[in-house]
């Protein structure tokens, strides 16, 4: 199947700074990645959907100036948490989608992020 | 919108039980429904993929059924095992946007 990887699994910053996670699809064209969040006992809530070379569409209630995605390759999607906080903490998981994967998402194994 | 509920929440059995989790959710025009397990702290795997065209699908002790209408999916894991304690995730790909909704998960503990 599909792999698709993330980077850093883990991350612990200070309150105030910017924290990037990357997702990269290692052995397809990921045409459109998803990011999701997942708070402690809870399921996964999609943040944004991103296409290779647009903009990224996000939910409702998803700050687009906090959370700046980039999908400037079909291989290659970031994260990035701006002026983090502690409620920013989370387990953040992304997910592929491309050619010949119809309605199918690959999921990375995730990124724990505590805000200190 | 597409709304995804999973029951029961919780649910702990002896190992070589068999067990169905349920899954049900509000929009029946979907393209396909997946269950994933997730271990604590970890990502998901995959475990079965059902296409809307399809009833069932089985993989080894595993074997899930898709009725859409109702909206409903049924997991049923055989003989259950110490390492199937985990929490089970039913997700279901619809809408224009082809989202996957998720939905709350069933998290499983089997006792040995």
């Known amino acids: 199947g599909a792999v698709v990887s993330q980077h850093p699994s883990w991350v612990i910053c200070k309150s105030g700074t910017s924290v990037k996670i990357e997702c990269r699809s290692l052995d397809f064209q990921a045409t459109t990645m998803f990011w999701y969040r997942q708070f402690p006992k809870q399921s996964l809530m999609l943040m944004a959907t991103?296409?290779?070379?647009?903009?990224?569409?996000?939910e409702q209630g998803v700050e687009k100036d906090k959370f700046l995605i980039n999908h400037a390759s079909l291989t290659l999607s970031t994260l990035t948490v701006t002026s983090a906080h502690p409620e920013d903490s989370s387990f953040y998981i992304c997910s592929a989608s491309g050619i010949g994967h119809y309605n199918e998402q690959f999921f990375g194994p995730g990124t724990r992020l505590t805000v200190l | 919108k597409q709304e995804v509920t999973q029951i029961p929440a919780a649910l702990s059995v002896p190992e070589g039980e068999n067990l169905v989790l349920n899954c049900s959710f509000t929009d029946s025009a979907i393209y396909n429904l997946q269950w994933f397990r997730q271990d604590p702290g970890k990502g998901l795997t995959s475990l079965l993929l059902?296409?809307?065209?399809?009833r069932e699908q089985t993989s080894g002790r595993l074997n899930a059924s898709l009725d859409k209408s109702p909206g409903r999916s049924t997991l049923y894991i055989a003989a259950s095992q110490p390492g199937d304690s985990a929490t089970y995730l039913c997700a279901v790909y619809s809408g224009s946007a082809r989202q996957l909704t998720f939905g709350s998960g069933t998290q499983l503990t089997v006792l040995p």
């Open positions: 059902i296409q809307s065209s399809q």
């Open positions: 991103s296409n290779e070379g647009s903009k990224a569409t996000y």
